[in-house]
Structures are given as C-alpha cells and as structure tokens.
C-alpha cells in the first residue's frame, strides 16, 4: 500500500464526502506530525495500532561480509514499531 492508496481510502471513507485534494491533505498532516514527533525524539503511541519509539544504537565494530574486513559502525538512531494486542489479534484471526 503507498500513500496514494491511503488518500484514496480517506476520500472514500469521508462521510459527507470530502475533495481528494483535503484527504491528501489530511493524510500529509498526519504524517507530518508523526515524523515532526519521531524526529524530536517523543515516542508515538496510536491506541489499537502500535507503538513508534526512536531508540539510540551506539556505535559498534562490525564486519564488511564482502572482505572480512573489521570496520566501525557509527552511533545512530533507529525507529521501532511494536504492534498493540489489538492488532496481533486482528491480524492473527
């Protein structure tokens, strides 16, 4: 599913019905408020869905598997999604 395929479930979905041009930018502003959240570094909790948290890796000596080669891996920050009861329920039947 891209996020076309999202704007066109909103629109459909609007009851009374709405432009395709407002469920774009519905859609956009939701996920400008998650990204702008995530990259501040506040954990997204959406009851019934899951939780998004950014989580900090350090950095760590790694392996190149092509050469065997000992290289370091910088520090960084990984984004992790853990899904509700809710959802593992819904999608396990």
Request: hydrophobic residues 35%; charged residues 35%.
């Amino acid at each position: 599913m891209t996020k076309i395929d999202i704007i066109q479930d909103v629109y459909e979905k609007m009851e009374p019905r709405i432009s395709k041009k407002d469920s774009a930018r519905i859609v956009e502003s939701v996920f400008d408020i998650i990204k702008d959240n995530l990259t501040s570094g506040e954990k997204i909790k959406i009851s019934g869905f899951g939780n998004f948290v950014v989580k900090e890796k350090k950095s760590r000596r790694g392996r190149n598997p092509q050469t065997g080669d000992e290289i370091s891996i910088s520090a960084r920050r990984v984004l992790t999604f853990k899904s509700s009861q809710v959802l593992r329920k819904a999608l396990n039947g």
